[in-house]
T-cell receptor, first 115, second 114 residues
Framework: EAEVAQSPRYKITEKSQAVAFWCDPI?????LYWYRQILGQGPELLVQ????????DSQLPKDRFSAERLKGVDSTLKIQPAELGDSAMYLC?????????????FGPGTRLTVL | AQTVTQSQPEMSVQEAETVTLSCTYD???????LFWYKQPPSRQMILVIR??????QNATENRFSVNFQKAAKSFSLKISDSQLGDAAMYFC???????????FGAGTILRVKS
């Protein structure tokens, strides 16, 4: 069964350093999502791509976060510089093409700890 | 903006018994979708069940069923014949009729006792 892949699974960094997370969606899925899940809370959408285009980044802290999906396949989420409050689980999800497709398939996540 | 509230941070159930997880939401829209997702420890989140707001019939998936009360904006999940593998964090989520963005609740940890 196809799955969403994410790496690394765990990342420890010091504040002010740069970190990057990678996501490979299920083959053929046009829509890709990055979520942030703070401990004890539900996931919150950071950015949504339709193919290579950003369709929603309203909750992305753009002064330090960036995301790209250059060829409309895999995606990278970057934080520079990292802050203590960025410690969280970063989840990637994908869904089949179509504006109204409603089943999102999640990856295992990257747990970030900022010291 | 839509909000989703799960008022039970943690629930416990004996194996083979039934448990109900609560969820309420706030929206001014009439058509939307509701979901329950399961997040097992150290594993990815998976969809358990979904409900279209325009459908009056409650969704059912094997041992999982929902009680959807549109007027009360309530969407509870019932797990029958609970199994050890049901132990996980459960999230209730809302999605507008058009669009893909999911709004999640804070989650409920379900513990299953043998």
């Amino acid at each position: 069964e196809a799955e969403v892949a994410q790496s690394p699974r765990y990342k420890i960094t010091e504040k002010s350093q740069a970190v990057a997370f990678w996501c490979d969606p299920i083959s053929g899925h046009a829509t890709l999502y990055w979520y942030r899940q703070i401990l004890g809370q539900g996931p919150e959408l950071l950015v949504q791509f339709q193919d290579e285009s950003v369709v929603d980044d309203s909750q992305l802290p753009k002064d330090r976060f960036s995301a790209e999906r250059l060829k409309g396949v895999d995606s990278t989420l970057k934080i520079q510089p990292a802050e203590l409050g960025d410690s969280a689980m970063y989840l990637c999800a994908s869904s089949p093409s179509g504006y109204n497709s409603d089943t999102q398939y999640f990856g295992p996540g990257t747990r970030l700890t900022v010291l | 903006a839509q909000t989703v509230t799960q008022s039970q941070p943690e629930m416990s159930v004996q194996e083979a018994e039934t448990v109900t997880l609560s969820c309420t939401y706030d929206t001014s829209e009439s058509d939307y979708y509701l979901f329950w997702y399961k997040q097992p420890p150290s594993r990815q989140m998976i969809l358990v069940i979904r409900q279209e707001a325009y459908k009056q019939q409650n969704a059912t998936e094997n041992r999982f069923s929902v009680n959807f009360q549109k007027a009360a904006k309530s969407f509870s999940l019932k797990i029958s014949d609970s199994q050890l593998g049901d132990a996980a964090m459960y999230f209730c989520a809302y999605r507008r009729e058009y669009g893909n963005k999911l709004v999640f609740g804070a989650g409920t940890i379900l513990r299953v006792k043998s």
